[in-house]
């Protein structure tokens, strides 16, 4: 079986990475390595100043070609099909990564990850993989493939584009709706470093024409549904037209 390299891109948050998977490495400024070596065990690699994390996913994928890239701010990767004993070891969180990237690679997909929704009353046991659907970036795998790149264009919708991007040049992808990858809560918009220190009601407006005047109907605003959270008007969903 072969392994993908699991790589936190983190910037500004030395005493606060909260993610725990066997074998991640951190992807660090140049500047700011002695202070993540002080506060972290593990790998750790730099890369030069760059202009945003848009930037700094493209080095990582240059660099390592198949690469899983999941955030600094992920408190439990979690079993979504129970609702006892949910919570998987840094260990089994490594398993079920390489697990779905080598299923990835044997079915030709380019991008992978796992479920957006942890409430296991909302799991189907009849679909635990689909080959369509939105990944989330906070925990997205990526496969080796000319066509797919981050654009500098958006401030905080990488996550967006980058599936838009693959619906248009390879058709599917492969996600795992049995786990799901929790990030800690309110950290996108309130907590420090990170996208939190780019992110505004202004930027999130700025990307969602941005995606739209690219692809189409493929986006869409975000309907607000009774009793679901919604963070701000400009939230952006992707409808596949197939």
């Given at each position: 079986m072969s392994e993908v390299n699991i790589v936190i891109p983190t910037a500004g948050r030395a005493a606060n990475v909260l993610t725990e998977i066997e074998g991640q490495i951190l992807c660090v400024p140049e500047k700011e390595k002695a202070e993540?070596?002080?506060?972290?065990?593990?790998?750790?690699?730099?890369?030069?100043?760059?202009?945003?994390?848009?930037?700094?996913?493209n080095w990582i994928y240059q660099k390592f070609g198949d690469v899983f890239m999941v955030d600094d701010d992920i408190v439990s990767v979690e079993r979504v099909y129970v609702h006892v004993d949910a919570i998987l070891d840094s260990t089994e969180a490594r398993k079920i990564i390489q697990k779905t990237y080598n299923l990835a690679k044997a079915i030709g997909a380019k991008i992978f990850g796992f479920c957006e929704d942890p409430n296991p009353n909302h799991y189907n046991p009849y679909k635990p993989l689909m080959l369509k659907g939105f990944i989330n970036g906070c925990a997205i795998g990526m496969l080796q493939d000319d066509n797919l790149y981050f654009t500098d264009r958006t401030t905080a919708a990488e996550s967006h584009w980058i599936n838009l991007l693959n619906m248009y040049y390879n058709r599917y992808n492969l996600i795992d709706t049995r786990f799901h990858f929790r990030?800690?809560?309110?950290?996108?918009?309130?907590?420090?470093?990170?996208?939190?220190?780019?992110?505004?009601?202004?930027?999130?407006?700025?990307?969602?024409?941005?995606?739209?005047?690219?692809?189409?109907?493929?986006?869409?605003?975000?309907r607000k549904k009774k009793n679901a959270k919604q963070s701000h008007p400009y939230q952006r969903s992707i409808k596949t037209p197939w």
């Open positions: 993540y070596i002080e506060h972290n065990t593990g790998e750790i690699i730099t890369h030069p100043p760059l202009k945003n994390l848009a930037q700094k996913r990030q800690k809560a309110n950290s996108t918009f309130l907590g420090t470093g990170g996208q939190a220190a780019n992110r505004t009601m202004a930027s999130e407006m700025r990307d969602t024409l941005f995606l739209r005047q690219t692809f189409g109907e493929s986006v869409v605003l975000r």
